[in-house]
């Protein structure tokens, strides 16, 4: 044993500069090949669209000039391209949608920012948007509350980020991957993951799309359909329940497009494609008539129902939620010219 | 900021690279104290105000507190210093609880106050920082320590960022001689410190964070009554989680500090092998043990006047210690049931001997278990949110739960029972050995292996960067 001078903390005597050496090696060897599995899997370095990540772009769309920003739940975030966007419109847009997260609360965030003034798409979910459901309601308490340390963390993580796959922090942490092992629980006990695992990926500017696995592995889709159907009955509401009142929603909805038309800028609703059970329950819990025409009928700004638009349907929807890659690029071609209309007539009647 | 954060592996590396410039040593001592303001600043840059509001009060009033002869402005002068950290830490961390019994208590009167909602921020680490602080002037004024020479070694007594948030809370007379000359880093040195920051990690990040706090928050984060079998699963849960979560961070800063080329205490020794509640204490959270055992209960008095006194001493030590992790009631009966657990034990002790200096092994493991069982009960008002949810934990603890619905995945409970007995049979192992005396004896290629076994473990475990539990007392 060796002491630290002056005072009684030792260190053991051992050959530390081999153990060092031992210990690059075998963490560089297990290292590679975790990340070599992960990548045979079908896992690409992306970012990890994190809090702090949603945060960055967030800060952009108040720093931008007029841009154009899209805020609404995991629908818009897969199904709107804005590489194609980019190509037709000359300025890219600011994604800020959140998977399970009503879009009414992104549009409270822009509206709110008195520094914010551009166009903003709002994707409406129903079984979302009309509850207020916020699954990521976290990175609106992170915007707020981010500290230097949180902020500097990001930056330094972004270029691993985009070297090693495995830096998925939401999808591939070794405890998260060991729920997934298939074992009987007692009767009542969920099992404990029952999230998808991985059904997008996003680049640095949060352009998401379906993860090809979805598409390309019939096992792991019908994995995804699985859960969802598990998550639809969760959602369902019990026997007699009253339905969602749309109310509450469509006044702040109301308010909040007042508020950014104040400031120079305007609002698109858009409801985006949704099949199979989804859709069912779409249209059993949140019927078009008492849900999305009240809200357009009430709200100054226009909207772009995919069932009103033939160029919108008969889209490949792999899980039933979100649109496969290429249909996603489909879809935005067709939407843009529906959204730059919508955008030109409500200037037009607008007093 | 967070030692398990990206930040803090680049901040460490460039003090690291900084400290070891060839530079004299008060300039060293700069850059350490720069970058201590700077890790604390990383949290909410306007607190480290209060670091220098403790700093410079402390120092003025030690330095005043050396010079008085006269008893009375001796005691004015501590009673600033104390009122100053105790002012603050109130404020801050007492505040709301304060407030929220005064309402109580007014509704109990039939008087309706309605104040509105304080909006406190909790400064991160403030009990630790305060209690250290105190200590320096409290040394002074029981002329068991002088006061330091220098400011620069006394601020940075105050704010060495390894132990600054999280403890261990540090003596002025273990730091600040460190302090004085300049302090040699050898190779050997800094792999060791790199090696338990690696442990510490492992600690914090892959067993509390990623094998037990899942069970743990579900268990806590019942509304319903559950079963015998998940009341116990998940306590043994968050009793494992809050010695991995805190004796992890106790480890790294010991380790942070280590590469610097200095000494911090030891914080915790294997505690779930304690023999009773006296060596629980002396195993668990040492530097605050210590503390409030040198600091109040010898002031109160201690076990020198009488037995029915030694017993209100331990109480009233245990009690505040118990409010010192958190300004909730909740806390106070986990001070409250260790204070009857000791006072038990003294009793016991005066009929029956120490069990701890027994050389009956079979009498020693009983006793053990009982201390390790009645532990396990103080957990439980201590991770519970409310006094609602701890009775009914506790009640299907006994087995009394009627109605209950299991909660746990098998997959969880697997992974507590592995942890929990990987966990007592490594505690008793180590009982009355170090980790040093063990590392030292072992081949290199075993502490190499082990090594990267925790390193890899930590980076593909990477965790959701969640704070240390005691960051909040």
Redesign the interface.
Known sequence: MTHIDGTDRTVPDLAWRRAWGLVLLLVILATAAWEFNWRAYGYNSRVVDSPAFWTIQRKAATAAEDPVVVVGSSRTLFDINLDVWERLDGRRPIQLSLEGTSGLHGLKHLAEDPDFSGTVIVGVTPPLYFTGFAYRGDVFEHFESETPSEWAGKQLSMPLERVFAFIEAENLPLFELIQDIPMPNREGVNPPHMEIRKLSESDFSRNTSMWPRVEEDSTYRQGSRDIWVHTLNQMAPPPNAPPADPEPFIEETIAYVAAIRERGGDVVFIRAPSSGPWREVEAGGFPREKYWDRLMERVDARGIHFEDHPELMGLDLPEWSHLSRASAIRYTEALYPLIQEALTVHEEVAP | ??FN????V?FFAIVLGLYNLPISWRSRKIILLVASYAFY?????PFVLLLWLSTLVDWHVAKALFRARDLSRRRLLLVVSVAVNLGVLGFFKYGGFLLENFVALMTLMGVDFQPAAPSIILPVGISFYTFQTMAYSLDVYLRRSEPSRSLLDFALFVTFFPQLVAGPIVRPTHLL??FA?A??V????L??G?GLMTLGLFQKV?IAD??LA?ASDTVFGATAAVPFVDAWLGTLAFAGQIFSDFAGYSTTA?GAA?CL????PNNFRFPYAAIGFSDFWRRWHISLSTWLRDYLYIPLGGNRKGPARTYVNLMITMLLGGLWHGAAWTFVVWGGLHGLYLMAERFLQRRFGDPERTTGLLHQVFVGIVTYFLVQITWVFFRAPDFSTAWRLVISMFGFSEGA????????MI?VVVVTVVMLVVHWYMRSRTL??V??R?H??V???T???M???L???????SSFIYFQF
């Not at chain 2, 954060?5 to 803090?8: A, C, D, G, P, R």
């Not at chain 2, 080329?261 to 911090?264: A, C, K, T, V």
């Open positions: 900021m967070l954060s990206l930040t803090f680049a600043a990383a949290w909410s840059p001689p460190q000359e302090r040699r050898r190779i050997n040195q792999l060791w790199l892959v990623g094998m899942k010991i280590l080329g200095f000494s911090l619905a299991p909660v746990l995945a098998t997959v969880h992974q040093e005396e590392v030292g072992a290199w290629m502490v190499g292996a090594w990267a076994v390193l890899f473990a980076i593909v475990t990477q965790g959701s960067g």
